[in-house]
């Protein structure tokens, strides 16, 4: 009888395997990427929820005692100041950000004048490295590194409100270049941490997604050399307001330090 129950499991399993995949195949682009971030974010939901985990907050200004590798960074920042103004000489060979995910980014905040200049997107992409060695040299030293470019914003800009796609993952801002250091405070980011606004993003039912609670968000201004990091996964928006080109050094890694290794 064993082996007979085995065999019936073994069919419904197939069964319902196969009924996902249709169910998966007939579903619209859109519909997917939100059931995979759904799936990967869920461990991470719950565990915030049951409380087995801290709730990020939109802000975290003291961070390097969690990435002590970003204060040593830091400390390099003229060099990759440097490194940076020699690029933007060329500014309009740099790449559009719409074009570092095909056919994903052809919409929504990837449709303004925004730029990116990539060293790391996995692995290191060596041919710019060598463009800006002494940047590249910095990142090398960076733990868990996965993502980092200098993001290109250009004057009168404002990236729309939206949600980042992986809770997994914390974001670090560098200010590179900041018009007037920012001193007409033209420059913003604004991240809202409300868990309700969180858990309205994941309801199924919410098919058009209410951004417009952005305005009760918190502000960071960049400023030159100065860092932040923060939670993309909460509802955010960014703009430059200003008259001038805004750079920030733009780096992911995993929510949880690495450790002081490469």
């Known amino acids: 009888m064993l082996p007979a129950a085995i065999a019936v499991l073994v069919l419904l399993l197939g069964v319902a395997g196969w009924t996902a995949k249709r169910r998966l195949d007939a579903m619209p682009k859109k519909a997917k990427k939100q059931l995979l971030k759904r799936t990967l974010n869920a461990p991470f939901v719950v565990a915030e929820e049951r409380g087995w985990i801290p709730r990020s907050p939109a802000f975290d200004r003291d961070y390097h005692r969690r990435f002590p590798a970003l204060a040593r960074f830091e400390a390099g920042y003229p060099a990759v100041r440097e490194e940076c103004l020699a690029l933007l000489d060329h500014k309009e060979k740099l790449t559009d950000i719409s074009a570092l995910g095909g056919s994903y980014t052809k919409s929504g905040i990837h449709t303004i004048a925004w730029k990116t200049f990539v060293f790391k997107s996995g692995g290191f992409i060596e041919e710019n490295c060598a463009r800006c060695p002494r940047t590249a040299a910095l990142l090398r030293e960076i733990p868990g590194l996965y ?87 909460y509802l955010h928006d960014a703009g430059n307001e200003s008259d001038r080109v805004r750079v920030v050094l733009w780096l992911e890694a995993p929510a949880a330090p690495a450790g002081e290794r490469r």
Request: charge should be negative; glycine fraction near 6%; aromatic fraction near 12%.
């Open 147 to 233: 993502t980092a470019f200098f993001s290109v914003l250009d004057p009168h800009q404002v990236i729309p409100p939206h949600w980042g796609y992986y809770k997994g993952i914390l974001r670090y801002h560098l200010g590179i270049v900041i018009p007037y250091n920012n001193a007409d405070k033209t420059c913003w980011l604004r991240v809202n941490a409300d868990p309700r606004v969180d858990a309205s993003e994941r309801d199924k039912k919410n098919k058009q997604r209410d951004t417009s609670s952005i305005v009760k968000g918190e502000v960071y201004h960049w400023h030159d050399g100065e860092g932040i990091v923060f939670d993309d996964n």
